[in-house]
Every structure is written in C-alpha cells, then in structure tokens.
Nanobody, 121 residues
Framework: QVQLVESGGGLVQPGGSLRLSCAAS????????IGWFRQAPGKEREGVSC????????YYADYVKGRFTISRDNAKNTVYLQMNSLKPEDTAVYHC??????????????WGQGTQVTVSS
C-alpha cells in the first residue's frame, strides 16, 4: 500500500521543539521532492518547507526560516522537519506531500494524513 505517514506532533510550550517525521511505504522517497504544509483551523493550507529530490535545493517559508530544518534519510525512506523556537502561531495540522520531480511542484502525487502540532503554555 502506497502511503505517507506523519508522526511526531504533539503539545509543546512556546519556545519548545518538535521533530516531525514523514515515512513512506510502498514507494521510495529518493525519487521524490518532499514538501511540508500546515493548516490551522479556519485558515488555508500554507507551504512550510520543501526539499528537492537530490537535497541540493531547500526552501523555507519566511515565517519558519531560521527555526525549522528539513532533512531526509533515504536509507530510512523518511523526511524530517525539525521545528525549534515554536510559537503559538505554529499551531496547525502538518502534512507532508511527495511529488515525483526534482522540485516541489503541483500536483503532488501523495499526501499524508497529517499530524497535529499545538504550541501553548
């Protein structure tokens, strides 16, 4: 079964850290560019970060730049999103998505179901 599964979300205090994982099954991630997205209640989905198929190119949205780090471990067929210095406005459901391309372009081929991140004291 082809799927992406996110994990690592949870409740964290402002200033804290979480590491999200995006694990693929049924296909190999090294053929795909991977994007992370988030959607807060009542808001549209927004892009967070992207890593190219070859790791040579990475993108961060301005609102996470300097705080989040995307990486991939092809041996584990997993992409990570390290989130530091979390803010309440980072609260959202985080999704990863894979596209068989060098870079993150729509339409994505696969989406995960999402993992909830809540930043609150």
């Amino acid at each position: 079964q082809v799927q992406l599964v996110e994990s690592g979300g949870g409740l964290v205090q402002p200033g804290g850290s979480l590491r999200l994982s995006c694990a693929a099954s049924g296909f190999t991630l090294d053929h795909y560019a991977i994007g992370w997205f988030r959607q807060a209640p009542g808001k549209e989905r927004e892009g967070v970060s992207c890593i190219s198929r070859s790791d040579s190119r990475i993108y961060y949205a301005d609102y996470v730049k300097g705080r989040f780090t995307i990486s991939r471990d092809n041996a584990k067929n997993t992409v990570y999103l390290q989130m530091n210095s979390l803010k309440p406005e980072d609260t959202a459901v985080y999704h990863c998505a894979a596209v068989r391309s060098n870079w993150c372009v729509v339409p994505y081929d696969y989406w995960g179901q999402g993992t909830q991140v809540t930043v609150s004291s």
